[in-house]
C-alpha cells in the first residue's frame, strides 16, 4: 500500500504492530497488544503518566491493565491510533468495554462517540432488544453515577420497555437497581405502571434465593422462611407504593406478606385507596403522554411545515398561522408541556386552544376559543387580555413552559426558568383544550414533554 497519502492510514498500520513497538499492553484476559509509547503518551494522559513517570514502568517493556479485556483495548488502540472508530468495531459484545475503558484512559471524546452510536443503533434498529443485557454488564462493570451519559442513554432505552416484556434473566439485580434508582421520583418516561415495577422487584428478587422460592411466589404462596430471605433483595425503597392503586395493594401485595408491615401501613394512612386520588399511576411521564405532544398536521394552518417525528413545525412563507398538538388535555390533573422556540419570527403566540370554531389560518390570540401568551409579554384572548404578564422573548432558543391546571381551569407560564402567576383574567378555561402555537416566516418552534 502506497503511503503518505492519508495520514489515518498511515498510523492504522503502526496498531498492534510488533515491528513499530516499543511496549507491550497485557490485559485481563492475558492477550497481548504491541504498542508505541510516544503515541499513546501524547494521546492519552493516562498513558502518559504511566509511561514516563520515571517509575519502573518507564523502562520495562511491558505494562499490565488488569482491570481492562482485550475488546475494550483494541478499541482504544484504534481510537488514540487513527483519532476515529469505525462504527461496525463497536458491538453489543464490546461497547460497555469499549466505554469502561474509554473512562479509564480519559478519552471523553470516544465516550460520547460510543454513546452516539449507542444511540444510533437503537433508531436505526427501531428496536432496543439488548439494552437490558447492556444494562445489567454496565452494572457488573461501573459504579452507579448519575451523570454517566452511557447510563444515562441505557437507562432511558430499558424504561421505555415494558418490564413485563423482559425476560428474567436478561436484566440483572444490580442492572434493575440501577434502572430503579434512576428514575425513582423523576420525571422522565416511564413504561412500565408501578405495580409491575413492584411485581418484577419481587419475583427477580425470588430468583436470587432459589428457583423453588421463585416458583412459589409464582403461585402466590411463599413461606415464612422464603419471604425472609426476599425481604433483603426486595429493593422496597425504590418502589413508590403510592402509585399503586389501593384495590391492588390490598388484594394482592399485602397477602403477600413480603413487605414490611410499616410501609403498608403507612401507605393506608395516605391516599391509595381513595377514588379521588389523582397521583400519576406511572412513575415519570406515561409513554401515552409523551407520544402525543407532537404537532397534529390535520389540525395545522396552510403553508406550515411539521418534521422530526411531529416534533417540530415551521413556516417556510407566508402569513401568521396556527397549529395545535395532539395531546387532547381533559379530566383531571396538571399538564405541562415545553415550547422552545428555536428560530423567532415577528410576533409569537404559545398556550392552549379549544377545537371548537378554532381556525388554523388565523392567530390563536385573536380567537375566542384561544388563550395564549404572546412574545411581546402579553396574554391574549378576545376580551381577557393581560398586558405585560412577562418580559418579552423575541429571540431564537426560547423556552416557554405551559402550566395548565384542568381541575382549576387556569393556566400560567414559565418564560425561560422563571416561573409567572396564573393569568387572573383566564379563570374559567374549557374543560377540553389542545397545546397550540401561532407563528409566521422564519419561525421554527417544538414541543416537548416539560423537562
Not at 487513527?82 to 473512562?103: P, Q, V
Not at 478519552?107 to 460510543?114: A, K, S, T
Not at 457488573?140 to 434473566?169: H, Q, R, W, Y
Not at 394512612?269 to 386520588?277: L, Q, V, Y
Amino acid at each position: 500500500m502506497t503511503k503518505g497519502y492519508l495520514l489515518e492510514k498511515d498510523l492504522s498500520l503502526l496498531i498492534n504492530n510488533p515491528k513499530y513497538s516499543d511496549i507491550e499492553i497485557l490485559c485481563d484476559d492475558e492477550k497481548k497488544f504491541y504498542g508505541s509509547r510516544a503515541i499513546l503518551a501524547a494521546r492519552s494522559e493516562v498513558f502518559d503518566r504511566l509511561l514516563y513517570n520515571g517509575m519502573k514502568e518507564s523502562y520495562e517493556n511491558k505494562i499490565s491493565f488488569p482491570k481492562i479485556n482485550s475488546c475494550g483495548m483494541e478499541i482504544i488502540l484504534e481510537y488514540i491510533y487513527t483519532g476515529s472508530i469505525i462504527n461496525e468495531s463497536l458491538t453489543k459484545d464490546n461497547i460497555i468495554e469499549a466505554f469502561y475503558a474509554a473512562d479509564y484512559f480519559q478519552l471523553p471524546d470516544l465516550q460520547d462517540f460510543i454513546v452516539k452510536n449507542f444511540k444510533n443503533t437503537l433508531e436505526k434498529n427501531n428496536n432496543r432488544n439488548y439494552s437490558p443485557e447492556l444494562l445489567s454488564k454496565f452494572a457488573g462493570k461501573m459504579p452507579l453515577t448519575e451523570d454517566n451519559i452511557l447510563l444515562c442513554s441505557l437507562v432511558e432505552a430499558v424504561a421505555t420497555i415494558p418490564l413485563n416484556t423482559i425476560e428474567f434473566g436478561r436484566l440483572s439485580i444490580t442492572g434493575f437497581q440501577y434502572l430503579l434508582s434512576c428514575t425513582y421520583e423523576k420525571e422522565k418516561p416511564f413504561a412500565t405502571p408501578e405495580y409491575e415495577v413492584f411485581r418484577y422487584s419481587a419475583i427477580l428478587a425470588a430468583k436470587q434465593v432459589s428457583n423453588d422460592t421463585y416458583k412459589t411466589l409464582m403461585e402466590r404462596l411463599p413461606t415464612l422462611k422464603q419471604i425472609e430471605q426476599m425481604e433483603n433483595s426486595l429493593l422496597v425503597e425504590f418502589i413508590n407504593f403510592r402509585r399503586i392503586q389501593g384495590q391492588v395493594l390490598v388484594d394482592i401485595i399485602e397477602p403477600l406478606e413480603i413487605v414490611p408491615a410499616k410501609i403498608i401501613l403507612n401507605i393506608y394512612r395516605h391516599n391509595t385507596k381513595s377514588i379521588n386520588s389523582d397521583i400519576n399511576h406511572f412513575r415519570g411521564i406515561s409513554i401515552n403522554n409523551c407520544t402525543n405532544y407532537v404537532w397534529d398536521e390535520s389540525a395545522c394552518g396552510p403553508e406550515l411545515i411539521i418534521e422530526d417525528n411531529g416534533k417540530v413545525v415551521y413556516a417556510p412563507n407566508g402569513q401568521w398561522r396556527s397549529v395545535r398538538a395532539k395531546m387532547l388535555l381533559e379530566n383531571i390533573g396538571i399538564y405541562e408541556w415545553d415550547v422552545i422556540i428555536e428560530k423567532v419570527c415577528t410576533w409569537s403566540w404559545v398556550g392552549v386552544c379549544a377545537s371548537e370554531n378554532f381556525n388554523y389560518g388565523e392567530v390563536a390570540g385573536t380567537q375566542f376559543s384561544g388563550w395564549v401568551l404572546g412574545s411581546n409579554g402579553s396574554c391574549c384572548n378576545p376580551g381577557n387580555s393581560l398586558n405585560n404578564y412577562c418580559p418579552p422573548f423575541h429571540y431564537d432558543g426560547a423556552k416557554i413552559t405551559v402550566h395548565l391546571d384542568i381541575n382549576r381551569r387556569t393556566c400560567s407560564f414559565t418564560v425561560n426558568g422563571t416561573k409567572y402567576s396564573e393569568v387572573s383574567a383566564w379563570n374559567n378555561l374549557p374543560s377540553k383544550l389542545y397545546p397550540v402555537v401561532s407563528l409566521k416566516y422564519p419561525g421554527r418552534f417544538r414541543i416537548q414533554p416539560h423537562q
